[in-house]
């Protein structure tokens, strides 16, 4: 695809080749992310980061992302906030927005607004997550992670087996890294959740069409015991009709140290989207695990800032330009990588 100017609503977008370019352009993006070099190559660009739903990777990495790029953020974190509370239209601030920013990264709690949104702006806009439909840049970066954690085992995407555990209807995050596989090959997908919270079908019959082995649980030892990679998820709870509804799935499925030693492969990886659940009675994926060297999720976020920047070096089109407007960073940088 040609990302130069272009919006970023659905991972339906990517084809392999494209997921590679960003990927290629996120590991140049490092020294950056690590502060060991600063860029102004964005100097003077703004971007429009609306959040109108609850968010703090997706939000702060994505305006961090921009930030490590040399240009300003401008932020709205709440409807309540902004004339949407107005009974302003989609289109309205949708226009109006664009007219401030280069690029709009936007979350909205509705499927399809960002799509909509995205008709009316003048400028680029990036898919933060639209209510339970998609988040295209969280598929973008949990597929970097499994890449990168499954090569230092000698693995790669293709032939894969990962185990997807939790509320798999309503998350988005699930929803767009599932399409993502389906350009890979081979791969077996389990499916741990309760029946009430499976994978919709559409997305199952896109896996088995492209070949993949899909199995469907509700037990978690079925689909832990030969993972490469546990991918955990929290119950989403805002999506559903009432607390009550959403508190008989909580804390079903908990990965703990316990469950992970007795029946997980030594070197099998474990992500989360984020944020995980810590309350006492949910715990999806229990804090017992935190020093295990297989626990991916804080490189998971780490990532997202590699992607998130590549993805505006490419909108805006200035990867060719980054070093040139790089200099060596003049303060203490703590060595968190
Ligand atoms: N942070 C992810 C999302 O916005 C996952 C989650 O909220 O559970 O979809």
Known sequence: MDFVGNHILSVS???????????????????YAHREVVTRVLEGAILGNMFFEPSTRTRVSFGCAFNLLGGEVRETTEVRASSLAKGESLFDTARVLSGYSDVIVM??????????????????VLNAGDGANEHPSQALLDLYTIKRELATHGKTIDGMRITLIGDLKYGRAVHSLVQMLTLYSNIRVSLISAPELALPSRYIDALRLSGHEVIESDRLEDGIAQADI???TRTQEE???????????????????????????????????LPRDSRENASDLDADLNENPNLAIFRQTDNGVLIRMALFALILDVVGQISRHSRKVNWYTAKRF
Not at 13 to 31: G, K, L, N, T
Not at 115 to 121: M, N, R, V
Not at 248 to 269: A, L, M, Q, S, W
């Open 13 to 31: 977008q990517f084809d392999r080749d494209d997921i590679e370019r960003v990927f290629e352009v996120a590991d140049m993006m490092r020294p």
């Open 107 to 124: 979350r909205h709690e509705l499927e399809g607004s960002v799509q909509q949104f995205a008709k009316a702006s003048r400028c680029p």
């Open 230 to 232: 546990l991918y955990v």
């Open 239 to 273: 999506r559903f009709g009432s607390q009550a509804e959403a508190d008989k799935y909580k804390g079903i499925y908990k990965v703990n140290r316990n469950i992970y030693t007795e029946f997980c492969e030594p070197n099998t990886v474990i992500m989360h989207p």
